[in-house]
């Protein structure tokens, strides 16, 4: 395993929730981004975030890691889970909420 | 008037999917001056397909079907691709 792959392994283990994104939860730099930051505000669960502007090893890496092409990406308890569509599609399905469910990770009502 | 890129998805995934529909949309005007917005004018696009070859698929599999078959145009050629994959009767 390459270093990078190890390092986002570690990342993605290490942390429930991880989004790997453009920009900072506060000043996210796409739209998709910024909607897969508003998804996770309004399910009210703590993340961890990765700016993948400020790192161009994790920027590439990412990709090949997750086979998947394009930033942002979600992950949950280790799973990639997908980008802003698939997070946009399970939230309005309730799916996104089920998953957090299941992992114990939604704030209690 | 379709770009070559709009044209290379669009004879691309009719190949793979032999979609019963197909919709191709450049959103690259809404984005403009954004980042990702490369001044091609084909830097965002929504692509809206039914397949039958998405029936029993997951989101997540269902969307890398589409961005393996579309290749370097997703992420790299084209900033931003918005996938809506479904199968018949969905």
């Not at chain 1, 990709?63 to 799973?79: A, C, D, N």
């Not at chain 2, 690259?28 to 954004?34: E, F, L, V």
């Not at chain 2, 969307?63 to 900033?79: S, T």
Request: aromatic letters at 6%; glycine letters at 10%.
């Amino acid at each position: 395993m390459s270093d990078i792959n190890a390092r986002i392994a570690g990342i993605v283990s290490e942390n429930d929730i991880v989004l790997f994104m453009k920009g900072t939860p506060l000043f996210p730099q796409c739209g998709f981004s910024s909607r897969a930051i508003a998804i996770l505000d309004h399910l009210g669960v703590g993340y961890e975030s990765v700016d993948v502007l400020q790192d161009m090893e994790v920027r590439q890496g990412i990709k090949s890691f997750s086979e998947w092409p394009t930033i942002p990406q979600l992950y949950v308890k280790g799973e990639f889970v997908g980008g802003s569509d698939i997070m946009m599609e399970m939230f309005e399905a309730g799916e996104l909420q089920q998953l957090m469910r299941d992992h114990s990770l939604l704030p209690e009502a | 008037m379709a770009g070559p890129i709009q044209q290379e998805i669009e004879a691309t995934l009719n190949a793979a999917f032999a979609p019963d529909r197909l919709d191709v949309i450049n959103d690259s005007a809404t984005h403009r001056g954004h980042s990702g917005d490369d001044g091609s004018g084909e830097s965002h696009f929504t692509v809206v397909i039914e397949s039958a070859q998405f029936a029993g698929k997951s989101r997540l599999e269902r969307q890398r079907m589409v961005n393996r078959a579309l290749g370097d145009i997703p992420g790299e050629r084209v900033h931003a691709l918005a996938i809506r994959a479904s199968a018949p009767g969905e």
